[in-house]
């Protein structure tokens, strides 16, 4: 019997706790709560929708607001049950009775989210001279930026018969198009090589995983059957992205858009001077990434590598961490920066904040996720021994620990990240704990690390800021030609591509074709948030390291939420991230991982020249 307690008190240890919320599927608190958030959203509804003074008297607004992020703290739509049968479809995806409560439950709140609407809109038309007036405003400093927000998405928002137009047009003139070159890819099989040494036909997305295999033959033919598929679709994508092109075009024209990555920062909450400066900052430096595949085709043994094979790992990383271990060790790093990140961590554990093992039923992947302010963090691991997975511990625990910096500080209608700072927390923590396991590792691991290191952050940063500078080119050439042909828009894609890459990376045939593939273009210049996430990180690991006393100023930033936009949160700080400089911070930190790993092969020599 003790046994069996002892099992069941370690199985409750290695699961998330959902007591918080519910104590199980069926606890009657369920119903009961749902009915209070019924009664608490109505009463919000009703009290303000046949009012129209918190339009026009700042002081009402302030009422008006506070009882609303009341409402946000406390329920919002779905409260505990939405959290709750969320967080459990997460890790019981084959049970149909909890995807039925699940969406009952989905059901209930987006009713409330529809009813609740009216509260936005109206205050997002307050007449641009009344705005001002509003901000000024000393009671509505608490939610100056909130309504900064607000007024922001409605700079470009046109009367509400029109924008009932544009919602009604925007699936046929963009979303079905988009969609049929996705499901058309998707449709595709082809036969290839397997690590077996049979053949057989295969979906895209094994094709592309195959892509990556260290066995020379099984990538090649991989390769050979995606370039085929492109090769089949490329006439459709050709009409396709004309024409979300020309929708794209279309839409800025009527709003008025001046720039075609504008209503991206708007909603990103971030300036266009500031993406302007990264993209400035990390294009100049294009010779890091250039000069890393350069080391990676002398290590791989050739004068250059095919397009295909420039993300194939280089040596293998054989150390193996039980998840005990990953917690001893990302602990002492976090300790180590500061006593608060460790303190949190201790909280997550001895709350049951983690979900750690992969099991059948559980999903795949790893996640952090936050819901209202009053409620806990979760964290979903799939633990399973590697390094990539302490790395993954880390940048979870990033995104934990940034969420409840903000907790402390924040109201709940500034409890959250904007897209282009969300990954600085995660990607920080990493790189920290990447820091220790490379002191432990010996010499050959020490390599392959850090060759592991360089591409994901080349891809995450140069790559992307690549694929933004085609996307800005793409619809300037579209604007100024009126129509571009496959060949035109392959030949683009081929000049950004060799631009970050180099002449390390052959342009091979068939990768002219590669931007049929690539889904984020569609979404408009969402590839910059991948960067400036990463950089942001690297420049603020770069003054950690020079003085670790500006650990305060990091978590200032990480507890700022949506309480300001970047660039004012770092002003605040000391710190102009519209200049240039400040990236190049978090450039010179790669720059010297590039230099440490040439140095490191030249010593363990594997190449045969110090530097190029
Ligand atoms: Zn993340």
Redesign the pocket.
């Known amino acids: 019997m003790a046994k069996k307690i002892d099992k069941l008190a370690k199985a409750a240890q290695n699961t998330w706790n959902l007591k918080p919320l519910f104590v199980g599927d069926d606890d009657p608190r369920i119903e009961r709560q749902k009915k209070q958030i019924e009664e608490r959203s109505y009463a919000f509804i009703n009290k303000w929708k046949k009012r129209k003074d918190y339009l026009k008297d700042p002081a009402v607004l302030a009422r008006a607001l506070d009882e609303y992020e009341r409402w946000m703290r406390d329920c919002g739509t779905d409260g505990n049950p939405g959290y709750y049968f969320w967080l459990r479809s997460q890790v019981d995806r084959n049970n149909t009775e909890l995807k039925a409560k699940y969406n009952k439950i989905e059901e209930f709140s987006k009713k409330i989210g529809n009813d609740i609407q009216f509260f936005h809109l109206r205050i997002s038309k307050i007449p641009r001279s009344l705005q001002k007036k509003f901000l000024g405003y000393k009671g509505l400093q608490k939610y100056r930026h909130f309504l900064e927000r607000i007024f922001a998405e409605s700079l470009y928002l046109l009367s509400e018969p029109e924008e009932k137009i544009m919602n009604l047009k925007s699936t046929p003139s963009y979303g079905n198009w988009v969609r049929m070159t996705s499901d058309f890819l998707a449709r595709e099989e082809r036969t290839v090589l397997l690590e077996n040494g049979s053949s057989s036909v295969k979906p895209l997305p094994e094709i592309l995983t195959l892509m990556n295999c260290r066995k020379k033959n099984i990538r090649d033919t991989a390769n050979r059957a995606f370039n085929d598929i492109l090769k089949r679709n490329v006439d459709v994508a050709e009409i396709e992205i004309n024409s979300i092109l020309a929708n794209k075009k279309i839409d800025d024209e009527i709003r008025g858009v001046p720039r075609p990555d504008l209503i991206r920062h708007l909603s990103d909450d971030i300036e266009s001077g500031t993406v302007d400066a990264l993209i400035s900052a990390v294009s100049g430096r294009f010779s890091i990434s250039r000069e890393f595949y350069k080391l990676k085709a002398e290590l791989m043994g050739v004068k250059q590598l095919k397009y295909h094979e420039r993300s194939v790992e280089y040596g293998r990383v054989e150390k193996r961490y039980s998840y005990g271990e990953a917690v001893r060790l990302t602990k002492k790093v976090f300790a180590a920066l500061d006593r608060q990140f460790a303190d949190i961590y201790d909280g997550f554990i001895r709350n049951g904040q983690f979900d750690i093992y992969p099991r059948k039923g559980k999903g795949s992947g790893a996640f952090?996720v936050h819901h209202l302010i009053s409620q806990p963090t979760y964290i979903l691991l799939n633990h399973t021994n590697k390094l990539s997975d302490v790395l993954t511990l880390a940048?979870?625990l990033?995104?934990g620990i940034n969420n409840e910096l903000i907790r402390e500080r924040q109201h709940s209608l500034d409890f959250g990240t904007p897209i282009s700072t969300?990954?600085v927390a995660?990607?920080f923590m990493e790189d920290f704990v990447l820091r220790e396991v490379l002191r432990r590792a010996d010499d050959e691991q020490r390599l392959s690390i850090m060759m592991m290191k360089l591409k994901d952050d080349v891809s995450t940063i140069f790559r992307q800021i690549a694929c933004y500078r085609f996307e800005q080119e793409l619809h300037h050439a579209f604007r100024e030609k009126g129509y571009l042909s496959k060949e035109e828009i392959g030949r683009l894609f081929q000049t950004h591509m060799a631009d970050y890459m180099g002449d390390a990376v052959e342009q091979s045939e068939g990768s002219e074709n590669w931007w049929v593939y690539w889904s984020h273009i569609r979404q408009f210049f969402y590839v910059y948030s991948y960067a400036s996430g990463l950089l942001i990180s690297k420049s603020l690991q770069n003054a950690v390291h020079r003085q670790p006393a500006f650990i305060g100023k990091v978590k200032d930033f990480l507890s700022a939420g949506l309480s300001d936009s970047p660039k004012n949160i770092f002003a605040i700080l000391g710190i102009d991230i519209s200049d240039r400089g400040f990236w190049d911070k978090g450039l010179d930190e790669i720059e010297t991982l590039l230099q440490e790993t040439r140095d490191l092969a030249f010593r363990l020599k594997k190449i045969r020249g110090k530097r190029t």
């Open positions: 952090c940048h979870e990033g995104h969300a990954e995660s990607t």
